[in-house]
């Protein structure tokens, strides 16, 4: 099945990181953009966070400035669910919690009209699952990007169990057009790139927790010696330690408790602290502005 025509409209709930992401992306593809948050002014205030980086390109001779208000113009802040009515694709990236997005999912079938692909972001939960209460739960996937999503080329097309294989080939073809790698995986927990960083992360903190070393001494080594781009405290700092943290929580149960996806107190106390790396200001290092890297 073929990519989504650019001028099909495109329907993104949820203005944090990755929603603000992907909107971006579906933008510069030629889409118009409808962005949702439950959160008031949300969905403005990344609109104007996407204009302000789209601006630093502008500034840096690496985008005209026609393209960039070309863009920004692309993308709309929704006020109402049902102002997305008539979108052909809908990608949802709201908080990793089965029954939250249950919840959505079963709003939108009522909004959406029968053609509109209904697609999660989710980064962990079971496609199945999330589709199983619905209706149509042929028309439900996973189109699962990286942070930052403008960036990161890599996309996972998830298939549960009742997905179409069409869509998941138009959101395969889609993903393509917008200039990424996808690839076509099943909805196992955690899909492949969380399932295989799962280690990653959890034999850092392991680490962390019995002395080892501290994590930016971690970081570095993870950087220099393993030739990772970043090391897990910078990089789970990046992602957010309420996403993580809740992603390996998902991770460890669907896996009846496997050990290796056992989720890390270290990482418990600084989601129970609000201290959820960059987003927050603050998580194993401090972002207040003039602070000095590591506060952990
Ligand atoms: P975030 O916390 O930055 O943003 C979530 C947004 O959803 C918030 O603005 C919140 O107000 C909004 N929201 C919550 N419930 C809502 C609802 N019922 N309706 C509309 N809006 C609602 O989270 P982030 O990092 O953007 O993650 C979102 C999803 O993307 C999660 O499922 C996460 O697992 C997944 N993901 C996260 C990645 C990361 O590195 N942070 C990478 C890939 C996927």
């Known amino acids: 099945m073929s990519a989504l025509h650019k001028d099909a409209a495109i329907a993104v709930i949820g203005a944090g990181a990755m929603g603000a992401g992907?909107?971006?992306?579906?933008?510069?593809?030629?889409?118009?953009?409808?962005?949702?948050?439950?959160?008031?002014?949300?969905?403005?205030?990344?609109?104007?966070g996407i204009a302000k980086q789209l601006g630093k390109r502008v500034d840096a001779g690496k985008l005209d400035a026609a393209e960039r208000d070309a863009v920004v113009a692309r993308l709309t802040p929704a006020a109402r669910l049902e102002d997305l009515a008539g979108s052909a694709l809908v990608v949802e990236a709201i908080v990793e919690n089965l029954e939250v997005k249950r919840g959505l999912f079963a709003q939108l079938e009522a909004i959406c009209g029968d053609d509109c692909i209904l697609a999660s972001n989710t980064s962990s939960l079971s496609i199945t699952s999330l589709a199983a209460t619905l209706k149509r739960p042929e028309r439900v996937a996973g189109l699962h990007f990286f942070n930052p999503a403008p960036v990161m080329a890599l996309v996972e097309i998830v298939a549960g169990l009742a997905s179409d294989k069409a869509i998941t080939d138009c959101l395969y073809a889609t993903a393509k057009a917008w200039g990424k790698k996808p690839v076509h995986t099943k909805s196992t927990p955690g899909f492949i790139v969380?399932?295989?960083?799962?280690?990653?992360?959890?034999?850092?903190?392991?680490?962390?927790?019995?002395g080892a070393s501290d994590c930016a001494s971690l970081d570095a080594l993870l950087r220099d010696a393993g030739g990772f781009r970043m090391g897990a405290f910078e990089l789970t700092d990046l992602i957010g330690h309420d996403v993580n943290y809740a992603v390996t929580c998902s991770v460890f149960n669907a896996y009846y408790g496997d050990f290796r996806f056992q989720p890390s107190l270290i990482q418990k106390e600084l989601v129970d602290a609000g201290r959820f790396g960059r987003k927050s200001g603050r998580g194993f290092y401090d972002y207040a502005e003039g602070a000095e890297r590591p506060a952990a």
């Open 194 to 210: 969380n399932r295989v960083a799962r280690p990653f992360y959890a034999e850092s903190l392991r680490l962390l927790q019995e």
């Open 22 to 48: 992907i909107a971006q992306v579906a933008a510069q593809a030629g889409h118009p953009v409808a962005l949702y948050d439950t959160r008031e002014g949300a969905a403005a205030q990344a609109i104007a």
